[in-house]
């Protein structure tokens, strides 16, 4: 991973040096991550076990994501980096595929199983810039609920309450059946989407 973050402050070493811890603790939880199927994915919460929240030079935020009924289905961990714009990181893993976002203000990288997927941009869209193939998007014109179109189709969207939930709700609709491909892209987003959320509600 010594080059995926070439040239971005804080410097790819730092940044490495982050991932990798951030792996570690993910091993710790990974066998006991509930597997990921299209049924499941409608199951994805937004309540949270294991939480722990630090502050300082920037922000940092670790936890595990439930499903609806409290099985654990993701660990992430999330830390910003001092900087006057928007500088951080997501580590994200579920019991098959590891995430991680590296984010900034103009855009967000995106790597999947230690491998570069593409890049969010600040207005939802998901493409590789290189190849200039544009994987879908997530609409953020409404607050609350905000759809996923992959391959010109709505397949489904992330829903976020307006208030801290009092019971586990769910954090993903589904509308459309997807393959491997389009399901590995709907969490991408999605993941981002929440887990964001989650850390923005906690601040």
Do not use: C
């Amino acid at each position: 991973m010594n080059k995926m973050f070439l040239g971005i402050k804080p410097g790819s070493k730092k940044v490495n040096t982050d991932v990798n811890k951030f792996r570690e603790q993910a091993a710790k939880w990974k066998d006991q991550l509930v597997p990921w199927n299209l049924e499941e994915m409608e199951l994805f919460s937004l309540a949270q076990s294991n939480q722990v929240s630090r502050r300082g030079f920037g922000r940092s935020f670790e936890g595990i994501i439930q499903s609806i009924y409290h099985e654990p289905m993701l660990f992430y961990n999330y830390k910003e980096y001092p900087a006057s714009k928007r500088n951080a990181i997501i580590f994200a893993q579920t019991a098959k595929y590891e995430m991680v976002y590296r984010i900034r203000s103009k855009a967000t990288q995106v790597f999947v199983n230690e491998s570069f997927l593409g890049t969010i941009e600040p207005d939802g869209t998901l493409h590789h810039p290189e190849r200039g193939e544009v994987f879908g998007r997530i609409d953020r014109s409404q607050t609350y609920r905000r759809p996923i179109t992959l391959d010109d189709i709505e397949m489904g969207a992330v829903v976020l309450p307006d208030s801290k939930p009092n019971v586990n709700p769910r954090a993903f609709e589904i509308d459309e059946k997807m393959d491997e491909r389009q399901q590995v892209l709907f969490m991408v987003l999605g993941i981002y989407e929440v887990i964001n959320f989650l850390t923005r509600s906690s601040s």
